[in-house]
C-alpha cells in the first residue's frame, strides 16, 4: 500500500486547491486508501494533455573521481523520477557526464549503475547526437543575430575556464600583483583575444519578463541575475581560440576556434529532449 504521506504530498503538488481530492475522498472512515480515487489521478497523469516530465541532474564536470555529492544529487533525481512514474507519469530522466576522457566516464555509469539509478539516458557531450545539437542551436543564434565575432578581454580562471566579472576579482593580499577570483580563491590572468560573443541586449525585455515572474527559488536569486543579465554592457565569450582548448566542439565554419565548455554542456538537455530532431 502506498503511504498516505506520500499520497498526500503529491496531491498538493499536482492539483491546484480546487481540483485536488480531499482526505474524505481518498481515505475511508478505517483510513484505508480509496483505489477509485488513486485511479483517477493515474488516469489524469496518463491522460493526452498531461505534459511529460523531464528530470535532470547537473551535467557533471568531471575533474575528478565521482564522489558522495555526485551520487547525492542523482539519487533525488532517480526518487522524483520513480515517485512520478509510480503514478503513471510518463518521465524522462537524464543524467551524465561533461567529459572528454573515457575512463572517467566509465566510472561514473558505474556508479549510477551500482546505485540502481534509473535514468533513461546517460548522456556524454562528447555523444554524436550531442555534437550535431550544439552546433544546431550555434546555428540558429548565429542566424539570428545573437552572436558575432569580437575582441574579448578580462579576467580569466584557467581552472574554471571562465572569464571572471570585475566585482568577483580582488588582489591577493600576500601579493598585490595576483589577482584572484573571490568565488575560488584562483589566480586569474588578463586576456585579450579574438572570440564569438553572445550579447544579451537583444533579450533584455524577454529576460526582464521573465524574471519578473520569479522562477528562481529562493526568490532573492531572480534580483542576483537582473543585475548581472540585464547590465548595460553584458557580453558573454562563446568561444576560445583552438590553439588555447583543443578539445571541445569546433565552432562551424570556424575550426580555429571552439565552442566554449557552458555552451557545450548545457546544451546536453536539449540533446536528452531531442531538439535537434525538431
Same mark, same amino acid.
Given at each position: 500500500? *502506498?503511504?498516505?504521506? *506520500?499520497?498526500n504530498k503529491f496531491l498538493t503538488r499536482s ?6 481530492? !480531499?482526505?474524505? +475522498? ?13 485511479? /483517477?489521478?493515474?488516469?489524469?497523469? /496518463? ?5 511529460? @516530465? ?41 543524467? !551524465? ?7 572517467? +566516464? ?16 546517460? &548522456? ?13 542551436? $550555434?546555428? &540558429? ?31 591577493? /593580499? ?12 584562483? @589566480?586569474?590572468? $588578463? &586576456?585579450?583575444?579574438?572570440?564569438? @560573443? ?5 533579450? %533584455? ?11 528562481c527559488h529562493p526568490k532573492r536569486w531572480s534580483? &542576483? ?14 568561444? %576560445? ?9 569546433? @565552432? ?27
Amino acid at each position: 500500500m *502506498i503511504p498516505t504521506n *506520500i499520497i498526500n504530498k503529491f496531491l498538493t503538488r499536482s492539483f491546484s486547491r480546487t481540483t485536488r481530492p !480531499g482526505r474524505s +475522498q481518498l481515505f475511508d472512515r478505517t483510513n484505508v486508501l480509496n483505489l477509485e480515487t488513486i485511479e /483517477k489521478v493515474v488516469k489524469h497523469f /496518463k491522460s493526452p494533455d498531461h505534459k511529460p @516530465v523531464y528530470i535532470t541532474t547537473p551535467i557533471y564536470y568531471v575533474n575528478s573521481v565521482p564522489h558522495i555529492g555526485h551520487l547525492h544529487t542523482t539519487l533525488l533525481g532517480d526518487f522524483l523520477a520513480r515517485y512520478y512514474r509510480l503514478f503513471g507519469a510518463k518521465v524522462f530522466f537524464t543524467t !551524465g557526464t561533461d567529459d572528454h576522457g573515457l575512463k572517467v +566516464q566509465h566510472s561514473a555509469a558505474r556508479l549510477s549503475q551500482e546505485a540502481n539509478i534509473s535514468y533513461d539516458r546517460f &548522456i556524454r557531450t562528447t555523444d554524436q547526437d550531442h555534437i550535431e545539437t550544439v552546433k544546431f542551436v $550555434w546555428d &540558429i543564434l548565429e542566424t539570428k543575430g545573437f552572436i558575432f565575432k569580437a575582441d574579448y578581454s578580462g579576467w580569466y580562471d584557467a581552472n574554471e575556464e571562465v572569464f571572471v566579472p570585475q566585482s568577483f576579482i580582488e588582489a591577493d /593580499k600576500s601579493d598585490h600583483e595576483k589577482m584572484l577570483n573571490l568565488n575560488t580563491g584562483n @589566480v586569474v590572468h $588578463w &586576456i585579450s583575444e579574438s572570440n564569438y @560573443v553572445f550579447s544579451t541586449e537583444k533579450l %533584455r525585455n524577454c529576460i526582464e519578463d521573465w524574471l519578473k515572474s520569479q522562477p528562481c527559488h529562493p526568490k532573492r536569486w531572480s534580483a &542576483i541575475y537582473a543585475a548581472h543579465f540585464l547590465s548595460s554592457n553584458n557580453v558573454i565569450s562563446l568561444s %576560445r581560440p583552438l590553439q588555447r582548448m583543443h578539445w571541445g566542439i569546433s @565552432v562551424p565554419n570556424d575550426p580555429s576556434q571552439t565552442i566554449y565548455v557552458w555552451l557545450d554542456a548545457l546544451t546536453t538537455y536539449l540533446t536528452s529532449a531531442g531538439i535537434s530532431n525538431l
